[in-house]
Each structure stands twice: as C-alpha cells, then as structure tokens.
C-alpha cells in the first residue's frame, strides 16, 4: 500500500521531468530556427559596412573593423533611389489604406447584409485568391496598356488592389461572420444605418485583424517586383525592388553599396513591421466581443 502511493505520488514529478525536456527541446529548436534566420541579416549589414578590401579580406560574419557609413550615402546617390523610394512611397500609401478599406466594407456587405446571391459572389470574389498572378501578366499589360496606364500610379495601385483584395476580403468576411448579429440589430433599431455600424462598430472591432492585414500588405506591396516589371517600363517610375535589381547588375562587385542598397530597401517594411506588430499583439490579447 505504501509503495502504491509513493509511485502515485512520483507520478506528477516524472510527468513534470518530461514536460521541461519538451519544452527545452522546443527552446533549441526555436533558437536554432532564429539564428539560421538572422544570419543572413546580420551578413548583410556587416558587409554594408565594409569597404571592397575589407570584405574581401575578412570573415563574411567578422564585424567592421572601420565601418563605412559612406557606402549608404553613395548607394543612393549612384542608384537613384531617390526617386524609386518616392514611387514606391506614393504606389504604398494609396494601395494599402485604400484596399484595406475597400475590402473591410466589402467582407461587411457579405457577411451582415442578406441579398439574393451574396454567397455566389463571395465564391467570385475567393476565386481570385486562386489564379497566380504570374499566369495573368500577359493579358494584365494587354489591359493597362489598353486603358494607357502604362508607367503610371494607377497602372499599378489598380493591379494591386485586385490581387490583394480577395484575400483580405476572405479574412475579413470570416472575422466578421463571428461578431455576434445583436450588435448590429440594436444599431438598426435605433436608426443607424449601416455604413454607421460599420464605422463606429464593426470597424474598431477590427482593428487587430486589419493591424495583421496591413504588415502583411505594406510588405507585399512594397517588395513586389513581377508585376512592377511588366507595368513600370520608364525607369523614373520604377519602384525600389526594381532600382535593387538594375543597381545590383551594375554595382555588382561593389559588396558595401549593394548591401546598403539591400538594407535600405527593406528598412521601411520592417520599421512598418515593427510599429504595427505591437498594435496587433495588444489588440489581441485586449479581449473579444461577447455575445
């Protein structure tokens, strides 16, 4: 009897062994994961600031013994990216917001309001999160150089709207879908109508899943390069990714101003990154909507 209840009383202790040597397993593999991630990033900035000599002589891990922050200033200078940030800057800014809200009001019509054939024209809408967009360029410039939007904003905010749109539009609808219908039957009552409970109700609700959109979209939008290849033929309207890639072919032996280069182009997406990030974290640890 005895030892009956001290293996029943070791029960919890062994169990409790097990479970640490998971979890530390996990903590390694998870440290192992972030260290194959970083080290890319950790090269490259490293090499933007080294000159070619030094680069050359020295570990590609080895920190700058004398760093070269000249290398940012001539990168730009040599690459014009002054102009490809602009471009970029403007095609983000207008594309983002503007989808992010188009698509918010959209999952909103389909999810809240009862029409014949909302459901076959949801199905519409989610076939476009189906069709690759690289089997659509072809008949895309055939488009957008038919209505003369070649190497214009519009040429390319247009394209990337309808891209992104579908899918946000299926997060947003299944989101939506689980915001208790009360909310909305009590504003209707009293009279509000329904761009108003979308404003001041269902939007603020939103909020965190439109904060995870957004990262995701500015990302997206701010890296894309296929179809910013096709659309964008005069270099003053080129965007970053293509001015990396031109600046890349003729700079190519010049490690400390392509890496420069490199770093300043994904810069703006991670500072965008980062600030949203925190947003979103406490967004959705502040709670849900009861019912």
């Known amino acids: 009897m005895t030892a009956a209840v001290a293996t029943f009383d070791n029960a919890p202790v062994v169990e409790r062994r097990q479970r640490d040597w998971v979890l530390i397993g996990l903590w390694i593999a998870l440290v192992l994961v972030a260290i194959v991630w970083i080290a890319p990033f950790i090269f490259i900035i490293f090499t933007s600031l080294k000159s070619t000599a030094q680069v050359m002589n020295s570990s590609a891990f080895a920190p700058p013994t004398e760093p070269q922050f000249s290398n940012y200033a001539a990168a730009w200078a040599r690459g014009r990216f002054s102009t490809t940030f602009f471009n970029s800057a403007i095609i983000t800014v207008i594309k983002v917001p503007l989808g992010l809200f188009i698509s918010a009001m959209a999952a909103y019509a389909l999810a809240k309001i009862e029409f014949k054939g909302n459901k076959l024209l949801l199905l519409l809408i989610l076939f476009g999160t189906m069709i690759p967009f690289q089997v659509m360029l072809a008949p895309l410039f055939t488009l957008v150089n038919g209505l ?89 309207m080129w965007t970053l990714p293509l ?10 032996r010049d490690y400390g101003q392509l890496n420069s280069a490199i770093v300043m182009t994904v810069l703006p997406a991670t500072i965008v990154y980062l600030i949203f990030q925190r947003y979103f974290v406490s967004g959705l640890t502040s709670g849900a909507v009861k019912g």
């Open 243 to 252: 001015g990396l890639s031109a600046f890349q072919g003729q700079f190519s």
């Open 148 to 236: 003369h939007l070649i190497d214009t904003y519009p040429g390319v905010i247009l394209p990337y709207m309808a891209f992104g749109i579908p899918y946000q539009v299926f997060i947003l609808h299944g989101f939506f879908r689980g915001i208790p219908k009360e909310l909305s039957e009590a504003a209707r009552i009293d009279g509000a109508s329904h761009f108003v409970i979308f404003w001041r109700i269902f939007l603020p609700v939103t909020l965190p899943v439109l904060a995870a959109l957004l990262i995701l979209d500015f990302v997206s939008t701010w890296n894309e390069f296929a179809m910013a290849l096709v659309l964008l033929q005069d270099q003053k």
